[in-house]
């Protein structure tokens, strides 16, 4: 009875060790430069496009929304690591285009997940620009499985405010559910991580977004948020948001 | 003989003292920069420099207008007359700019006109009914200022009227709109609670729908709502609004027509 318990067990450890040695491969080799620049390509998630100049278009798969414009190349997502002192002190990407000029160790195309990973860990630590690059490469890979790493960084009060806005936002823009959304929004702290959210939910587009916000409105505990998940329900044009702003002004 | 009595006669013709002048010929005669100082609204104030106070529950400096309670400005403001600085090139008026409170001393170079509120009043009303704009639109406020009679009969003339320029009407229209909040004792925000502020906010993001569903909308709430301050929001969207309907409902506000 045990054994099949444990043949289980060591696949789900067979299955992730190459998952962490990878991820370790791409960190401990970007740490292998003391100063200089890392640069790293890894492929972009479908609906992802760019110029090479920074310009990001992604084909929303929601609302089917597209604002692509010549030359719009899907990918790859091209980053530039800059290293000081053994650490990592500036982060930049961008989508498509060819690769900058040279640099100290170039890793060439690497895993999309593990470089994801990689730059979502770096956004625990890093904050400004930098932090906000990293976000948007991470967003932009073709990994699937990384949204977890959002929410983690959503969650760790010991991260730059700015940057737990990010990966909110991009949680937003994820193909999570929104069910996680609203659960999520439950534990935001301080206000303007809620106050961050009354804009994220919206863009969602979808009627569990707008039950949140009219809940948000009618029950958050900082009356300025609860103005703004109001003001946002009035651009979502949805007949239920209509309906309580009407209750509002009967009670 | 003939000649000497034709030539007195132009003399007495140009020494018109000036009191005998409206106050129209005194500004347009002037050239450059002139004062006029009339009393204003007792409830006015301001620094005298940059910003006036208590225009209906608004501060105004500049071209803004600011919300009450902004934390904003910092110098304190004080009652006195408004001090309605003009500009004139050539016999016309080409800027008007209003200050309330204490007198400013460095006026040098500046001719001062002292004159009654009312005349003013009637002044700058044929300005804002018809001036060049954008004269006309910087004559509304210092008109509503004044310690003279209402001037919402005229305002409504002038938000109704397609001929008059678009600035003047949206102008006209915003002040009818906090002259109903005041007729409707509206203004008193002291006991607002947080359901007061969620219903004007709620009121806002009405009015920010199409104007086919939100000024009716709107129209209703300012007619009939049970709380004041959403009928306060509603009236000052309405004054937004540029809508002719919002005219014909503050008429009706304010017993006019």
Partial sequence: ?251 | MRRSVGALAIAMVYVVPATAQTLSQRVQTTDGRVEIVYASRPVACGDGRSYIGHVFGHTVAGTGVYQRNSGWPERPCLPGPIRLEATVLDGEITHLRAYVGPLATDVAGARTIEVPAREAASWLGQLVASGRSPVAGEAVLPLVLADAPDPWPLLLRVARDDDRPRAVRTDALFWLGNGVIDHLGLDDRASETPDDEMRSQAVFVLSQRPRDESVPELVEIARANKHASARRAAIFWLGQSGDARAADTFAELLGTR
């Fill in chain 1, 1 to 251: 009875m045990r054994r099949p318990a444990r043949t289980v067990t060591l696949g789900v450890l067979a299955l992730s060790i190459p998952l962490v040695v990878r991820a370790q491969t791409v960190a401990s080799r970007i740490a292998s430069v003391r100063d200089g620049t890392v640069r790293m390509n890894f492929d972009s998630r479908p609906g992802v496009c760019g110029d090479g100049e920074g310009n990001v278009w992604i084909i929303d798969a929601r609302s089917g929304f597209s604002d692509t414009r010549d030359p719009c190349v899907p990918g790859p997502v091209r980053v530039a690591i800059g290293r000081s002192g053994g650490q990592t002190v500036s982060v930049r990407s961008r989508v498509g285009g060819v690769d900058s000029p040279a640099a100290d160790l170039d890793l060439g195309n690497v895993p999309a997940a593990d470089a994801a990973r990689y730059l979502l860990e770096l956004a625990h630590t890093l904050g400004g620009r930098s932090s906000n690059q990293a976000l948007s490469a991470a967003a932009f890979a073709d990994a699937p499985n990384v949204w977890p790493e959002f929410e983690r960084l959503v969650r760790d009060s010991d991260a730059m405010l700015d940057s737990r806005k990010d990966a909110l936002f991009w949680l937003g823009q994820s193909d999570a559910p929104t069910a996680d959304l609203v659960h999520l929004y439950d534990d935001l702290e301080p206000e303007p991580l809620r106050d961050h959210a009354t804009f994220v939910l919206p863009q969602r587009r979808d009627d569990a977004a707008v039950d949140k916000l009219i809940d948000i409105a009618r029950h958050d505990r900082d009356l300025d948020v609860r103005k703004r998940a109001m003001f946002w329900l009035g651009q979502s044009r949805d007949p239920k948001a209509v309906k309580f702003f009407r209750d509002v002004l009967v009670r």
